[in-house]
C-alpha cells in the first residue's frame, strides 16, 4: 500500500480544504493507494527558533517545544507521498504551512543517517486565491522548494498544469473554488499522479536494491 498524506495549510475550513478533499479522493480510487487529511487549522505550531537541538541530539522530531507539532512528525515520515495545499497569501503560502515546514529542521538526523531516505517519496502542490493570477504560481514556489531541499521527487500534473494545480477561489470560500471547474479537474490530476508515481517507486525500490546487491557480489 501507499500512503498519501495530504496537509491543509489553511487557517480555516473554506476553498483550500474542499480541493484538497477532493484531490485526496481522487488519489484514494487508484487501487492500492490510502489518502489521510492533515489540517493545519487550529493547531498551535511554533516558529522554528533553529536552536538546533534536534540536530545535536540526534533526534527526528523537535525537543523544544511540546506544541501539537510533536505527533505529526512521524505521521510525515510514515507516508510514502504528500500533497501540499496552500491559500494565497500576499502571492505566498500562508504562514501556518510555513510555520509547519520550517519546523523539519530534525530531518537533517533522518538524512545524516540515509541520505536517500526522502528520495523514496513523492511531492505534489496545490495552491487556491481569491483572483485568477493572485499568486498561485509565487505559492507553489515555496511548497515545492520544500520538497527540492529533502530530495523529494516533484510530480507535475503534465501538461497545462506544470507547477502544480492552481485554482481561482474568487474570495467566496468553497462555492467559488467549486466553480473553477479546470483547477478542480487539476487538482485531482496532479493527486492521482503523485499516487501513481509513489506506486512505481515502491515497486521499483525491490528491484533496485536487488540490483545494488547483484552488482555489489561481482
Known amino acids: 500500500m501507499v500512503k498519501l498524506l495530504g496537509i491543509c495549510g489553511s487557517p480555516r475550513k ?4 474542499y480541493i484538497l478533499t477532493e484531490a485526496l479522493q481522487a488519489a484514494a480510487e487508484i487501487e492500492g493507494v490510502t489518502t489521510q487529511l492533515l489540517t493545519l487549522r487550529g493547531k498551535k505550531i511554533n516558529f522554528c527558533l533553529h536552536c538546533d537541538r534536534c540536530v545535536k541530539n540526534e533526534l527526528d522530531y523537535c525537543p523544544t517545544f511540546d506544541d501539537d507539532m510533536r505527533p505529526v512528525y512521524q505521521t510525515f515520515y510514515e507516508a510514502d507521498a504528500y500533497l501540499l495545499a496552500s491559500p494565497v497569501y500576499n502571492m505566498g503560502a500562508s504562514g501556518q504551512i510555513v510555520t509547519f515546514l520550517n519546523r523539519f529542521r530534525p530531518t537533517y538526523t533522518i538524512l545524516k543517517k540515509d541520505p ?16 485568477r493570477n493572485g499568486g498561485q504560481e509565487t505559492a507553489l514556489n515555496v511548497l515545492l522548494g520544500f520538497y527540492y531541499t529533502h530530495g523529494i521527487l516533484v510530480v507535475s500534473g503534465g501538461l497545462g498544469i506544470y507547477h502544480g494545480a492552481a485554482i481561482w477561489s474568487q474570495d467566496r470560500k468553497v462555492e467559488g473554488a467549486r466553480e473553477d471547474v479546470t483547477g478542480v479537474a487539476n487538482a485531482r490530476t496532479i493527486a492521482r499522479r ?13 528491484l533496485l536494491n536487488h540490483e545494488t546487491e547483484t552488482i555489489a557480489r561481482r
Open 14 to 17: 473554506a476553498a483550500t480544504e
Open 116 to 131: 536517500n531516505y526522502f528520495s523514496r517519496k513523492v511531492g505534489g502542490a496545490i495552491a487556491i486565491g481569491g483572483t
Open 194 to 206: 503523485v499516487a501513481e508515481a509513489a506506486i512505481m517507486l515502491k515497486s521499483g525500490k525491490g
